[in-house]
């Protein structure tokens, strides 16, 4: 699927923080993450705006999948490379192979099985458990092991995970507090996170089996 989509792709590589358009109608394009991590953003009239989704390596971005929020924006989370689509070339690509239209389905399934997995942490587990839970998410997607345990750059800020995971964010400081005083969490630099125990962090979520499940990287 990946040469196909290549031949006929714009590639846009965006900057962290950057806005890509996210138009519905006959203008909608069709985004396919390449690296990076992105996310949808929405600003209810008097709110403050909130993060929704994260969207990974691999994933499909169209907007008329998503539900008609006010002020809807795709953001760059970080340095992100995106293959741009019109909408009509896309679903054309689609329509004339069965294996890359049975690809995109069973991604898009996956997109959607992880929406429900976030929606069930958010509003089943309690705050140490939602931050252990996207530490398990991020760790997968983002980690690396070596000697002092799995790490990452974390491209989410204190204001992203807070919203993420309907937190106050002086409610995740303690909650911080609290996962780096059970040798779960350190952080060895601003933005660099390390995970020294990872078997018990998968272990401080209850959903920790279905997050490994669902957010593996697919080779």
Known sequence: ??????????????????????EAGPVECVYVVRSGLLGIE??????????????????IIRRSLMPDLPSLTLTALNVAEVWRFPARSFDVLLATSPEHAAQARARLAE???RALLHTSIVGALNGDERFASLLVELG????????????????????DIADYLALNPDTLSRIATRLKARG????????????PAWDALCSATPLGSALQSLHTPRA
Do not use: C, W
């Open 140 to 159: 997968l997607r983002l980690g690396k092991d070596g000697p002092q345990g799995r790490a990452f750059e974390l491209p989410l800020s204190r204001t």
């Open 184 to 195: 779960l969490l350190q952080n060895a630099r601003t933005g660099h996170t390390i995970l």
């Open 111 to 113: 997109q959607h099985a």
């Open 42 to 59: 929405a600003s209810p009239p008097g709110k403050h705006r909130q993060l929704l989704t994260l969207f990974y390596p691999g994933d």
């Open 1 to 22: 699927m990946e040469t196909a989509l290549r031949e006929h792709a714009t590639p846009v590589r965006a900057r962290r923080r950057q806005r890509l358009a996210l």
